[in-house]
């Protein structure tokens, strides 16, 4: 259910972002507890000498980031889970990435589950669903 959207430094790499999808899926299921067969992925890649921070480029600086953005739904996580889940995957991404900037970013955004959804329903349907039928 979750979608995660990330933005790579480099040249686009179809291998490169195939293993990003496959470990952030992973940590997602290990630190969020999300379904990885309900786990979207999108990731483009944006050249080093286009990414600036502080100033000079990515490309300057010898550099690579990442930035990750994550939609969940609000109150399903914990802020210990958050945390951990952060840890996890800038420490993930410096394996992958090399020399990592630390000005990379990660984003856990908490959306209302009557306004996220995803096959043409919203999460809060699915919950009311469940609900109704454990009753």
């Known amino acids: 259910m979750p979608i995660l959207q990330v933005t790579l430094s480099g040249a686009p790499d179809a291998g490169k972002a195939a293993e990003v999808a496959a470990r952030l899926s992973a940590l997602t ?6 379904d990885p067969a309900l786990t979207s ?4 890649f944006l050249p080093e000498a ?6 000079p480029s990515l490309q300057t600086a010898g550099r690579a980031s990442f930035w990750l953005d994550i ?9 210990d889970e958050k945390a951990a889940y952060i840890a996890a995957v800038y420490a993930e991404m410096a394996g ?33 669903e469940k609900t109704l039928k454990a009753a």
């Open 29 to 34: 299921a290990q630190h969020l507890r999300k």
């Open 71 to 79: 939609a969940v739904v609000d109150g399903t996580n914990t802020k």
């Open 96 to 128: 992958l990435l090399g020399a990592l900037h630390p000005e990379s970013y990660i984003h856990v955004r908490e959306v209302k589950a009557d306004a996220y959804g995803y096959g043409g329903r919203t999460q809060e349907s699915r919950y009311v």
């Open 41 to 44: 992925v999108a990731i483009t």
């Open 50 to 55: 286009h990414w600036f921070v502080g100033g």
